[in-house]
């Protein structure tokens, strides 16, 4: 891994060609930067202050103080250590404006009681300069310019193979923002473990698996990247997004599948799967049931049918009309009560948590 710029000195040969050796590295391997030294020395003499001063309340203030001073190490030693594109994946401008002020709160009223009338802190600065060069990334779903059609021209757009095109790229968009999200509260969590390990070793483990879990969101923004820019060459586009908002389905006049069967024997084998799907983007309603007595857990109930970009994450699903005109969506043919009350515990792991069985 690269050193930041800002290092005060690099790895290197002296004058005479021999590899200097005496210089003082980080936990990760890389050489401390200006930032994380003077955090790292105001640390210390935060810390040397706790230990000379008895008095509790102020006792607990420099505590406090010191372990806002330590984090700010970690977040400098982080910056040494990942590059710019996976340091805004794991800290946002918020979380570092937040310490920085809180450092200062802190600050403000320990001078008030004379304990830091001898030094100014720089660590508040320091954080304040380095969330400038923030640009944080997030797992929002992205948002797409509508604008209003008609049902005349709706319908009409409905039969364009580039609707059909436009609904198929939206709906494998749907998973990319839920493991986006899965991964921002995986990396959150391990944030707050990473500021609270106690040895080198456990911060050096846990910044590694930070990195990681960045890479990973990477991965996942770049090819969401990918699809947005495929939907911006898309004609239509606002008129597309604006349809698929009311629930409007491709009516494709080349799709000959019949959408009230259900297609083969393997529609009908419950999986958890967040891939997307081919049903000619829309799910079946009313469709052709399994013989005999079968279970299956409901995921919910519209008033219109819905594009099948919706229940991403597993399969069969399919509707039923219901007496008050609603469309009930299920999901599995299972033979066994036991199987059903399984497969409807997997679904509310997926976040649907009002899902019965009938």
Known sequence: MATNGNSERKL?????????????????GNLPSKQSEKSKEELTYIQSLTQTDTEGKKNESLQSLSKQIQVSEQIFRMKESANEEIFNVI?????????ANGIKQQQTELKKQGSLAEIPLETPSLLLSLSNEVKSSNAAAPEFKEEFVNDEQ??????????DQYVT?????????????????EIAMAKIRYFQAATDEE???LQARLISLANQFLVLENEENRIISQLDLIPNKVQYASMVASGILPQN???????NRIASVEDVAFRVDSTAKNQNNRWAVNAAMPSGLVYRVQVGAFKNTVPDYFFQEFSPVSGETLKNGLTAYMAGFFERGALAVNARQEIRNLGYKDSPVS
């Open 12 to 28: 290197g040969s002296n004058d005479s060609g021999k590899e200097i050796e005496n210089e003082k590295k980080s936990p990760t």
């Open 91 to 99: 800290f946002s401008t918020n979380d570092i404006n937040s310490l």
């Open 154 to 163: 709706s319908a009409q757009l409905a039969k364009e193979d580039s609707y």
């Open 169 to 185: 790229l939206r709906k494998s968009l749907s998973p990319l923002v839920s493991q986006k999200s899965k991964l921002k509260d």
């Open 203 to 205: 911060k050096a483990r």
């Open 253 to 259: 006049t080349n799709d000959s599948t019949p959408k």
